[in-house]
Structures are given as C-alpha cells and as structure tokens.
T-cell receptor, first 110, second 116 residues
Framework: GEDVEQSLFLSVREGDSSVINCTYT??????LYWYKQEPGAGLQLLTY?????DMKQDQRLTVLLNKKDKHLSLRIADTQTGDSAIYFC??????????FGSGTRLQVQP | DTGVSQDPRHKITKRGQNVTFRCDPI?????LYWYRQTLGQGPEFLTY????????KSRLLSDRFSAERPKGSFSTLEIQRTEQGDSAMYLC??????????????FGPGTRLTVT
C-alpha cells in the first residue's frame, strides 16, 4: 500500500513563508494534491501537481515535487492568520480513491 | 450553493442502532466517494461509485456498512448495528471522472457520527 507521512505541527509568524512537507513510498502516483481543512469543516482542494512536473505555482502557493526522493512540499508565501488549518497531502492515480497523509497543523501567530 | 452537500451534519446514536447518511454531489459529477476520518488522522477511503455502479470497496467497509447510489445522483451510506468504533467524520466527495485534472475530488462538509 501507499504510506504518506507528514510532520504533525508547524508554527510560523504572520507574513513569513510556511513550508509543509510530505513524503511517500509509492512512486506510481500520478497526481499529488494538497487539501486544507479548517475546524469542523470538510476538505478544500488547494492545488495539485502532476507527477511529470517539478513545480507548480498558484498565487501564494508553490508546490515542489522531488520524485527521486519521493518528497512533496507546499510553500505558502506571506502566511496569514486565515491560513491556520490542517493541511493534507494526498496521492492518487487520478481516477480512483486518494491516499491521505495524517495532516500538518499550521498555526500562524500574529 | 453548488458544492457537495451532506445530511445530517451531526448524528448521535446509541450502540446497536442503524444510521443512514446522505450525500448530494456536484450536479455534473459522475464519480462519488465515501471516506471516513477519525480524530487526528487523514481521511481513509471506504468506497466509490461511477454513476450508479459501485466500483471499489475498501477492507474498512465491513458487512455492517452498505452504500448505494440508485440513480447515479445522490448516495446513501448506511451503518447497521453501530459500534463505538464507528464514531468518526464521514466525508463524501465527487469528481467529474473524465481526464486529467477533472479527477479532482471536491469534498462535502461531512457528517460527524457519535456512537454512545
């Protein structure tokens, strides 16, 4: 099966950049996603990257993929208090179910 | 609001009772997924449908669980003879299920089940 690991917690100051990391074991994943979950809410799709890409930028979000090391990261520029949430990376072959990490709680301090 | 909706948002039930949850996907989406999320964990896949056909079930879906999508639109997830270990957030997601990025799954707000 696929193992997806994330660090549990990250604390940053407002205005700084946040980098959330994810490592995985199954190299056959073709789509890699980042989701955001706020307390008591469902998951919000933030962005995704296809496995033949190294980087994708979407406004304040930058996704980096290192296929050799099986490492995915999400950088949030100019982090705001509204970015405080749990961030999940998820892997999929696309058409089937996703495999999620256990999530990284991002705390943004004013 | 054209997002995925789920009903009820919260359900408290006594052990041994049956419960049923409903999910309404985004209208043009033909794929529908059910996940379960326990505290401090990411969602775990339960089952998914392509239109009305149930294409895959995970080993988490014991015989007490049944899911249907009779007309290829809304779906129901029923849990019979609930156990305390069934307490979790049940999440529904939908996707277009065509090519490339249209496989993006959009999640509903979830149904939080508490079994006492």
């Amino acid at each position: 099966g696929e193992d997806v690991e994330q660090s549990l917690f990250l604390s940053v100051r407002e205005g700084d950049s946040s980098v959330i990391n994810c490592t995985y074991t199954d190299s056959s994943s073709t789509y890699l996603y980042w989701y955001k979950q706020e307390p008591g809410a469902g998951l919000q799709l933030l962005t995704y990257i296809f496995s033949n890409m190294d980087m994708k930028q979407d406004q304040r979000l930058t996704v980096l993929l290192n296929k050799k090391d099986k490492h995915l990261s999400l950088r949030i520029a100019d982090t705001q208090t509204g970015d405080s949430a749990i961030y999940f990376c998820a892997l999929g072959p696309g058409r089937r179910a996703l495999t999620f990490g256990s999530g990284t709680r991002l705390q943004v301090q004013p | 609001d054209t997002g995925v909706s789920q009903d009820p948002r919260h359900k408290i039930t006594k052990r041994g009772q049956n419960v049923t949850f409903r999910c309404d996907p985004i209208s043009e989406h033909n794929r529908l997924y059910w996940y379960r999320q326990t505290l401090g964990q990411g969602p775990e896949f339960l089952t998914y449908f392509q239109n009305e056909a149930q294409l895959e079930k995970s080993r988490l879906l014991s015989d007490r669980f049944s899911a249907e999508r009779p007309k290829g639109s809304f779906s129901t997830l029923e849990i019979q003879r609930t156990e305390q270990g069934d307490s979790a957030m049940y999440l529904c997601a939908s996707s277009l299920g065509q090519q490339g990025p249209s496989y993006e799954q959009y999640f509903g707000p979830g149904t939080r089940l508490t079994v006492t």
